[in-house]
């Protein structure tokens, strides 16, 4: 590969077995209850908490491999985040895994803080592609372990390690602080989402009373018919059941050149059927522009002369959401009839109260959209100094200083 030729000075070509060691010790007469998951996005985590519930049979783990601190677990599932299986290092506890992971140990400590990086450039995963078997299952590859620990990898100098290890961590403590930071902002508004939309919390300018009515009362609430058979490429965007986020935001990869069945500015969308375990049925998106969404099948088309914004916001919250829920039917692929939303029932302040509510709201949504953006590019500056770093194409200033 031409990743190995013209090599940066001080820098070595070495076969991951050389500085690593397969890790085989097994959880014999089930010693270790902690079972741990090897996530692409977020590392080594405790698999009932990630999953909200026990995924392995916790009588049926002695075959699982122990993970101590500072172990590197390899999992070859693929995804969109690790297209050839992420390997991460377990910071949380010592714990077990399933015997489809890798488990090795890297003694150095410096040389594994600059390895926990180098498995996530393209370098690395170049390599194991050329290796990789990927079989019947298309979301798993198969490597064995002699060609696993045979891969190669770029190795600077010991202080060029540090370096680079230091300069990258400092990219993450960045990217975790504006991680922490939107989790806060997001706590706030729900919590102030709990307050105004249900009057605990007032603006004083606002005196009068609540009224309770029913959603078919305010809103006039239809369906579409599927657009499957004109997807292609297009000007248009197509909403169907997966086009709502569990954030109540419009997530759109379909296109068309159809023009019909348009949704109109201020329109709430909402997914009627739910294949996904539930996580999105119920919850509403604003149409923000008119001319071009195409409304599909497994959606409530919502109309009404209210305040968009203000009832999106309602129907999203806990309160509301959590009994729409309650009416939900079936089991593989859950249900909404259009007569459970109609008679869904809800507590309206008048209209300039919900415009001023919704604004709010709004205000709280740009904070955290702006943050989000800022993550975003945080994180592509990391991966873009990641690959030239780890490549030796630019060189710490330790380096620069000794040359």
């Given at each position: 590969m031409s990743e190995f030729k013209n090599l940066p000075s001080g820098w070595k070509?070495?076969?991951?077995?050389?500085?690593?060691?397969?890790?085989?010790?097994?959880?014999?007469?089930?010693?270790?209850?902690?079972?741990?998951?090897?996530?692409?996005?977020?590392?080594?985590v405790a698999q009932n908490e990630y999953f909200d519930k026990d995924i392995a049979n916790k009588e049926n783990i002695q075959d699982y491999y122990i993970v101590d601190l500072g172990d590197f677990?390899?999992?070859?599932?693929?995804?969109?985040?690790?297209?050839?299986?992420?390997?991460?290092?377990?910071?949380?506890?010592?714990?077990?895994?399933?015997?489809?992971?890798?488990?090795?140990?890297?003694?150095?400590?410096?040389?594994?803080?600059?390895?926990?990086?180098?498995?996530?450039?393209?370098?690395?995963?170049?390599?194991?592609?050329?290796?990789?078997?990927?079989?019947?299952?298309?979301?798993?590859?198969?490597i064995t372990d002699n060609a696993f620990f045979s891969l190669k990898i770029l190795l600077p100098p010991l202080d060029e390690q540090k370096k680079i290890a230091e300069i990258l961590s400092?990219?993450?403590?960045?990217?975790?602080?504006?991680?922490?930071?939107?989790?806060?902002k997001k706590q706030f508004k729900k919590a102030l989402m709990q307050n105004l939309l249900t009057a605990k919390i007032r603006f004083p300018q606002f005196k009068d009373e609540w009224e309770e009515t029913k959603l078919g009362e305010i809103c006039d609430i239809s369906t579409g018919t599927s657009k499957s058979r004109f997807i292609g490429d297009g000007k248009f965007y197509i909403v169907d059941m997966g086009s709502i986020t569990q954030d109540g935001l419009l997530n759109l990869t379909k296109t068309t050149n159809l023009s019909q069945d348009f949704l109109d500015f201020g329109d709430l969308v909402m997914p009627k059927d739910d294949i996904g375990g539930g996580k999105i049925i119920g919850k509403v998106a604003v149409i923000d522009k008119d001319n071009t969404y195409v409304l599909s099948d497994h959606i409530f088309r919502i109309k009404t002369t209210e305040n968009s914004n203000f009832l999106a916001y309602l129907i999203n919250s806990d309160l509301i959401n959590k009994k729409i829920r309650r009416e939900v039917s079936g089991t593989a692929q859950l249900g909404l009839s259009k007569r459970t939303i109609e008679n869904l029932k809800i507590k309206l302040p008048n209209l300039k109260e919900q415009q001023k509510i919704a604004e709010v709201l709004t205000a709280c949504d740009d904070e955290i959209n702006l943050l989000n953006l800022k993550l975003e590019n945080l994180k592509k500056q990391k991966q873009g100094l990641m690959q030239k770093l780890l490549k030796g194409e630019i060189r710490t200033c330790y380096v620069k200083k000794a040359m």
């Open positions: 070509v070495m076969r991951l077995g050389d500085v690593a060691e397969k890790s085989i010790l097994k959880n014999r007469n089930n010693l270790i209850k902690l079972v741990l998951s090897n996530s692409a996005i977020d590392g080594l677990v390899y999992n070859p599932r693929i995804s969109q985040s690790a297209p050839t299986g992420p390997i991460n290092r377990n910071m949380l506890s010592k714990g077990i895994v399933s015997p489809l992971y890798t488990v090795f140990t890297v003694q150095d400590e410096i040389l594994a803080k600059f390895l926990a990086y180098f498995f996530k450039t393209i370098v690395w995963q170049n390599q194991v592609k050329s290796v990789a078997n990927y079989g019947a299952r298309y979301d798993r590859i198969n400092t990219c993450d403590e960045a990217i975790n602080l504006t991680i922490n930071l939107i989790e806060s």
